[in-house]
């Protein structure tokens, strides 16, 4: 059965130029934000389709959506052609999705529905599909099964193990990973449920996470489960210059990797039973920042830079030397930057061991932050910043690394195009 066209609810298109600018700061001092975090689904302009195709993915400068799910799959086709039709398949089923329209039907009758049905009546959303490739496409247990090898990129590095990764194999990985976003949660499950079922006998789901932002406080950063700003700073879109240094892939990829950027995808756990036995100030030392405000420690303003080498009146650093502020800031990284996309997550609870004697198991929440970023190249953005943080962030007595992995997302799409093509077709 056919489902319902979603466009013809929508009302008249508002320019996101123009919610961007509805964002404005009131203080001159101020940076002005980065734009995924800031623009929330209240400030939405009422158009809620984004295009698909275009130079880069979407999904990755778009102004962050509500939802997500990320989910990464096992590649079981033994020719790289099938792989090929599969990227077609996913591409023309995306390019579908994000317009809200329901997955075609094959006209017989008495086949399959085309589409599961239960986006039929919802407007897009704003639905954003992301694709990308794992280091398994390129070469498996040492295997180069598809033939592919010699095109993998020299940035495209394995994620080396990092001290306190306690990655879980179930979680961890995959050689194909779509990441779907949007702002109605079933929209989305809609769109990775139809990206699953296009998949069939070619690829299959190796693990999916979700997430979410809080979404009723327009024109403020979201706060994450610890209960802080998160996004104050991040790559700054409206600098040129910034986002061709430090997010889009150039000529050095390869024509299939041109205009692409590399994810890192890991689900953090987060103790929020331990982190809210802490006191305030504990807290604030940990992040460098405060935690009401969201201004660094030192400064007044949310967005106000901070001052790293700002001293107490005993010559002690205002931001901790191991604050997860400080760790992560491009003045001490070299000036490494990445594209910050992440959200929280809500697995419910599973059992623990306590942390002293007598060891007894207990449930706690399954909860933390979904972190996904963006970078040129991943040796000089997130392994670069995440290597010292790793091993000495005060916020590491508190997060966990469970899984996730490093996905090369290729270019955008023109239609009549597949995403990849470049890469299939070298
Ligand atoms: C559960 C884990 C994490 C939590 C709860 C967390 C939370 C935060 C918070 C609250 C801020 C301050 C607000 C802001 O500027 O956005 C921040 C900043 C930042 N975080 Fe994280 N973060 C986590 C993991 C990571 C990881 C894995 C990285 C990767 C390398 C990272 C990189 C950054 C960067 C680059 C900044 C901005 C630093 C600056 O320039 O001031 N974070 N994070």
């Known amino acids: 059965m056919k489902g319902f066209g979603r466009r013809g609810v929508l009302g008249a298109a508002v320019g996101l130029a123009g919610a961007v600018r509805a964002t404005g700061l009131a203080n001159a001092d101020e940076k002005p934000p980065s734009q995924p975090p800031l623009i929330k689904t209240a400030s939405l302009p009422p158009d809620p389709t984004l295009p698909f195709h275009g130079p880069n993915q979407n999904g990755i400068v778009t102004p962050m959506q509500a939802h997500t799910s990320f989910a990464a799959f096992d590649l079981l086709a033994d020719k790289a052609a099938d792989v090929a039709a599969l990227m077609r398949a996913w591409t023309d089923a995306a390019a579908q999705l994000t317009q809200g329209l329901p997955l075609a039907a094959s006209g017989d009758p008495a086949a399959m529905p085309g589409d599961s049905g239960e986006a039929d009546g919802l407007p897009p959303n704003r639905l954003t599909l992301t694709f990308g490739f794992g280091p398994g496409l390129f070469s498996a247990d040492g295997v180069d099964r598809y033939g592919l090898a010699r095109y993998r990129p020299e940035a495209f590095v394995d994620l080396p193990r990092f001290v306190g990764d306690q990655l879980v194999p179930e979680r961890t990985g995959g050689d194909l990973s779509v990441q779907v976003c949007g702002d109605d949660k079933q929209?989305?499950?809609?769109?990775?449920?139809?990206?699953?079922?296009?998949?069939?006998?070619?690829?299959?789901?190796?693990?999916?996470?979700?997430?979410?932002?809080?979404?009723?406080?327009?024109?403020?950063?979201?706060?994450?489960?610890?209960?802080?700003?998160?996004?104050?700073?991040?790559?700054?879109?409206?600098?040129?210059?910034?986002?061709?240094?430090?997010?889009?892939?150039?000529?050095?990829?390869?024509?299939?990797?041109?205009?692409?950027s590399y994810a890192v995808v890991r689900p953090i756990r987060i103790a929020l039973e331990h982190w809210d036995r802490m006191k305030l100030a504990f807290q604030e030392q940990t992040v460098g920042r405060e935690k009401a405000s969201g201004a660094a420690i030192g400064a007044k303003k949310e967005f106000a830079a901070a001052d790293l080498d700002a001293v107490d009146?005993?010559?002690?650093?205002?931001?901790?030397?191991?604050?997860?502020?400080?760790?992560?800031?491009?003045?001490?990284?070299?000036?490494?930057?990445?594209?910050?996309?992440?959200?929280?997550?809500?697995?419910?609870?599973?059992?623990?061991?306590?942390?002293?004697?007598?060891?007894?198991?207990?449930?706690?929440?399954?909860?933390g932050l979904l972190f996904v970023c963006y970078q040129r190249d991943p040796r000089a953005g997130f392994i670069r910043i995440f290597d010292r943080m790793a091993r000495f962030d005060m916020m590491n007595q508190f997060v966990t690394p469970v899984g996730g992995g490093l996905f090369a997302c290729p270019g955008g799409v023109a239609p009549g195009r597949y995403l990849g093509q470049n890469l299939f077709e070298a």
């Open 313 to 367: 009146g005993d010559g002690n650093p205002m931001i901790a030397e191991n604050a997860h502020i400080r760790l992560a800031s491009p003045k001490t990284n070299d000036g490494a930057q990445i594209l910050r996309r992440g959200y929280g997550y809500d697995n419910g609870v599973s059992m623990v061991a306590e942390r002293w004697p007598p060891w007894r198991h207990q449930m706690e929440l399954d909860a």
């Open 187 to 260: 929209a989305v499950f809609h769109a990775l449920r139809a990206i699953m079922r296009v998949a069939d006998g070619v690829a299959r789901v190796r693990w999916v996470q979700s997430g979410f932002l809080p979404g009723s406080a327009p024109k403020t950063t979201p706060r994450n489960l610890m209960g802080f700003k998160d996004g104050t700073a991040n790559l700054d879109l409206s600098d040129p210059d910034a986002v061709t240094r430090h997010l889009w892939v150039g000529e050095e990829g390869g024509a299939w990797m041109r205009g692409g």
